[in-house]
């Protein structure tokens, strides 16, 4: 089982976005611990409204992980997740080479289609079309990733003899894709190399995030059964990363036992990464729990 770390996220509107301490020393500190990776989701213009009913905030992903790319030389850096809908993808695509390019080929672009219909209409997108662009950036990023000469008329954009660079290191950029709908499942199975399921235990969450429900290791290892059906032969290849968004999964050593018995779960039914949410508080609770929670579940200081 791999972890990575996502960086805390602001709730509210109160708070500055490194209260959890400064971005380049945490990565760091969770290199040196053993964790695997480091992760930002995004929210580019979320509402006041959103923001107070405990909606959350973050970084832009590709800028803070090009700036944990230059202090560290181990971690994946992922998007946990990038909504791929809310950028042109030629744009998009760039951003995610020039990552994967600084940080020698150690970039996963975690991406979704969203679900907070203000947010696109505040970035001038048509929420009915999410899925329609969403399928057209999986089919544009490749071909700009390749460097070659390639033509593609999209829904608000035609590219012709377009030729992308920086080329990645990786060929392709990993693409990891998060939801729960059969969709999203047929997508992992015919063009992605990960998953990253939504797992959590409240009902009401699925129709806040528009997704199916998947808040038990039941529902969990029946839409798995799906994934292995869509992907036939690649299964074996793609990644399942979940977040582990337990309520007390900061009080470490008060549930060690609990929690390692739920990451073997989670093992047997092939999730082979779990991303773990930082404790939304100041510093230095974020560097204190890098530290526990290697100590319990990774193995300390590497």
Request: aromatic share 10%.
């Given at each position: ?185 047929r997508r992992v199975g015919e063009r992605a190399q990960g998953w990253m399921p939504l797992f959590v235990t409240s009902r009401e969450f699925f129709s806040t995030v528009r997704s199916a429900e998947v808040s038990s290791i039941g529902d969990l290892a029946e839409r798995i059964s799906m994934l292995r059906d869509y992907a036939g032969a690649r299964f074996e290849e793609i990644t399942i990363a979940m ?60």
């Amino acid at each position: 089982m791999r972890f990575i770390l996502q960086y805390p996220d602001v709730h509210g509107t109160e708070g500055d976005m490194l209260d959890a301490g400064p971005v380049g020393e945490l990565a760091q500190l969770a290199e040196g611990h053993g964790w695997s990776g480091f992760a930002f989701t995004e929210h580019p213009a979320p509402t006041e409204r959103w923001l107070n009913a405990g909606g959350h905030q973050s970084l832009d992903p590709f800028a803070a992980l090009a700036h944990v790319a230059a202090v560290t030389e181990r971690l994946t850096l992922l998007t946990y997740l990038a909504v791929l809908p809310y950028r042109n993808p030629l744009s998009l695509a760039k951003s995610a080479a020039t990552v994967d390019k600084l940080s020698n080929g150690r970039f996963v672009l975690g991406a979704g289609t969203g679900y907070l219909k203000a947010e696109y209409f505040a970035l001038g997108v048509d929420f009915d079309e999410r899925n329609a662009l969403f399928d057209e950036a999986l089919d544009v990023m490749p071909m700009y990733w390749k460097g070659d000469a390639f033509d593609y008329a999209g829904r608000h954009f035609d590219a012709r003899g377009t030729i992308g660079r920086p080329r990645p290191v990786q060929e392709p950029i990993p693409i990891w894709i998060g939801g729960n709908a059969k969709l999203t499942l047929r997508r992992v199975g015919e063009r992605a190399q990960g998953w990253m399921p939504l797992f959590v235990t409240s009902r009401e969450f699925f129709s806040t995030v528009r997704s199916a429900e998947v808040s038990s290791i039941g529902d969990l290892a029946e839409r798995i059964s799906m994934l292995r059906d869509y992907a036939g032969a690649r299964f074996e290849e793609i990644t399942i990363a979940m977040a582990y968004n337990d309520d007390d999964r900061h009080l470490v050593s008060a549930k060690a036992e609990e929690v390692r018995n739920r990451f073997g779960q989670l093992t047997e039914l092939g999730v082979t990464c779990v991303v773990v949410p930082g404790p939304v508080m100041p510093a230095p609770a974020s560097a204190e729990f890098i530290e526990a929670f290697a100590a319990e579940h990774i193995g300390g200081t590497r």
